[in-house]
């Protein structure tokens, strides 16, 4: 198994005696699996075998299975005349005719009515139902068959994307690491400027207070903690992406994961590079996860 997108189309078709059979699928995003089937009368029997047959394939999506079946041949329909209903509209139409000038009916009109002409198809044993029923699910089978490899073209092309987002999301973390920004030298010139500007003011300062505030402010911009969470997640994410199951619910939790360490790298920075760098890491991110709601 390779990962899969949730959306695809697929389309299959067959013959049972004289039915042509043809089924249309078509896939698209979901939380789960919905299986929607539009059945034509008399093959309700069928229902549950197939809804079975696309649980059994698929872990997610809504997908909505349409069966068409039609009869290829009229040598088993017999043809019949309602002539109780043809003899009303005959004498309806020569009463019209008399009372109001209407031009006389003809016999191709009459019987072209709604109910005149009935065709009766022949009616299957069970044999032959069952026959019937086993060939529906075969041609179901077929498009199954190909809905899926619809859904891993569409997954591996999703997947290229996405690991070209998750190079992008690592150059961007390894970005901000190198950021000059964050040298100590860097943090120590401005906190000198902020605390020379503070003097120049002229107020009274706790040096004390004034150097426990330094070192809290220093500690509060460290991003170190969020530089090594966005590298796990890349490995992580990397991981998956190599699988061969269903990932589409562990990169949408860690997508989030990623937006949350690029909220707080943003919030933690106090330069002007650096929140930059999160702001674009948010767009990245953002456009990651767009795609992971695609996969199943």
Same mark, same amino acid.
């Given at each position: 198994?390779?990962?899969?997108?949730?959306?695809?189309?697929?389309?299959?078709?067959?013959? *049972? !005696?004289? #039915?042509?059979? @043809?089924?249309?699928?078509?896939?698209?995003?979901?939380? +789960? $699996?919905?299986?929607?089937? %539009?059945?034509?009368?008399?093959?309700?029997?069928?229902?549950?075998?197939?809804?079975?047959?696309?649980?059994?394939?698929?872990?997610?999506?809504?997908?909505?299975?349409?069966?068409?079946?039609?009869?290829?041949?009229?040598?088993?329909?017999?043809?019949?005349?309602?002539?109780?209903?043809?003899?009303?509209?005959?004498?309806?139409?020569?009463?019209?005719?008399?009372?109001?000038?209407?031009?006389?009916?003809?016999?191709?009109?009459?019987?072209?009515?709604?109910?005149?002409?009935?065709?009766?198809?022949?009616?299957?044993?069970?044999?032959?139902? *069952? !026959?019937? #029923?086993?060939? @529906?699910?075969?041609?179901?089978?077929?498009?199954?068959? +190909? $809905?899926?490899?619809?859904? %891993?073209?569409?997954?591996?092309?999703?997947?290229?994307?996405?690991?070209?987002?998750?190079?992008?999301?690592?150059?961007?973390?390894?970005?901000?690491?190198?950021?000059?920004?964050?040298?100590?030298?860097?943090?120590?010139?401005?906190?000198?400027?902020?605390?020379?500007?503070?003097?120049?003011?002229?107020?009274?300062?706790?040096?004390?207070?004034?150097?426990?505030?330094?070192?809290?402010?220093?500690?509060?911009?460290?991003?170190?903690?969020?530089?090594?969470?966005?590298?796990?997640?890349?490995?992580?994410?990397?991981?998956?992406?190599?699988?061969?199951?269903?990932?589409?619910?562990?990169?949408?939790?860690?997508?989030?994961?990623?937006?949350?360490?690029?909220?707080?790298?943003?919030?933690?920075?106090?330069?002007?590079?650096?929140?930059?760098?999160?702001?674009?890491?948010?767009?990245?991110?953002?456009?990651?996860?767009?795609?992971?709601?695609?996969?199943?």
């Amino acid at each position: 198994m390779t990962i899969e997108s949730m959306t695809g189309f697929a389309r299959a078709s067959g013959q *049972a !005696g004289e #039915d042509r059979i @043809v089924w249309e699928l078509k896939s698209v995003n979901g939380k +789960g $699996l919905d299986a929607r089937l %539009r059945l034509p009368p008399g093959f309700e029997s069928i229902e549950q075998p197939a809804r079975q047959a696309l649980q059994k394939t698929f872990q997610r999506g809504n997908i909505y299975a349409n069966l068409t079946v039609a009869r290829v041949s009229s040598a088993s329909t017999a043809v019949t005349v309602n002539e109780t209903l043809l003899v009303e509209l005959a004498t309806l139409a020569q009463r019209l005719e008399q009372d109001f000038g209407i031009a006389p009916a003809r016999a191709d009109g009459l019987l072209a009515l709604r109910g005149v002409i009935e065709l009766q198809e022949s009616i299957l044993d069970d044999d032959a139902r *069952a !026959g019937r #029923d086993a060939a @529906v699910l075969s041609v179901l089978g077929e498009a199954l068959a +190909g $809905l899926t490899e619809a859904r %891993r073209e569409e997954g591996q092309a999703l997947k290229a994307i996405m690991l070209d987002q998750i190079d992008r999301i690592e150059s961007l973390t390894e970005r901000a690491a190198a950021d000059p920004s964050r040298d100590p030298a860097a943090i120590r010139a401005r906190l000198a400027d902020q605390v020379r500007l503070l003097l120049e003011t002229g107020a009274p300062l706790d040096e004390a207070r004034l150097n426990a505030e330094a070192a809290y402010l220093a500690t509060k911009a460290d991003i170190r903690e969020e530089i090594d969470r966005l590298r796990t997640h890349i490995a992580s994410a990397r991981t998956l992406l190599a699988g061969t199951s269903a990932v589409g619910r562990r990169l949408d939790f860690l997508s989030q994961e990623f937006n949350r360490e690029s909220n707080t790298l943003c919030s933690k920075s106090n330069a002007a590079s650096i929140t930059a760098i999160g702001l674009e890491l948010k767009a990245v991110i953002d456009q990651f996860r767009e795609q992971v709601q695609n996969l199943e």
